[in-house]
């Protein structure tokens, strides 16, 4: 599948018996359809923050494909990346200091440098707009200081690069 889809890859293979996965189980009322579209599924607690919203939100793509140049007659060999993975970097810049303290704390914690987060940058899109945006990807970086920084006296705030995992 390339990665340029219309649905950038989020794409769901449903089997014909109900599959149990842990504590999670999902039911296709119809199973011969080519496709559902089922919306958010989150198996974990949301990290809902109640005023450090991101203003200025970069999103685009890594591009990961390879340009050679042989030094002694110039020729250029280009290669391209399997697929160039979707990014976010955006700043959350008025976190409370219970958003700071705790639940920033917990994510970073929780997901370390090996774990992954989902991204959702406006929770009143529509299903099928939700479902294109949103990022599945890593949150803390490895060798990454993940900390809150202190904006303003009550005020912290937070840098995210999220890069999509494919």
């Not at 293979?13 to 842990?22: G, I, Q």
């Not at 999103?59 to 007659?73: A, E």
Request: include cysteine.
């Amino acid at each position: 599948m390339n990665s340029y889809d219309e649905a950038n890859g989020n794409v769901v293979l449903l089997r014909s018996s109900a599959a149990t996965a842990r504590y999670l189980m999902v039911c296709v009322a119809d199973a011969s359809l080519p496709a559902i579209d089922i919306g958010i599924l989150a198996a974990w607690p949301l990290w809902r923050l109640t005023r450090g919203i991101a203003y200025g939100v970069r999103v685009g793509r890594v591009v990961l494909d390879q340009r050679d140049r042989n030094p002694l007659t110039g020729a250029e060999f280009v290669v391209p990346a399997l697929a160039n993975p979707r990014f976010a970097a955006f700043t959350l810049p008025a976190l409370s200091r219970a958003e700071a303290t705790d639940a920033h704390r917990d994510l970073v914690r929780r997901l370390g440098a090996a774990r992954d987060a989902l991204w959702i940058p406006e929770t009143g899109d529509p299903r099928a707009e939700t479902n294109r945006r949103a990022i599945w990807g890593a949150v803390n970086q490895p060798g990454e200081e993940a900390a809150a920084a202190r904006g303003s006296f009550q005020l912290l705030n937070r840098a995210f690069r999220i890069v999509e995992r494919l």
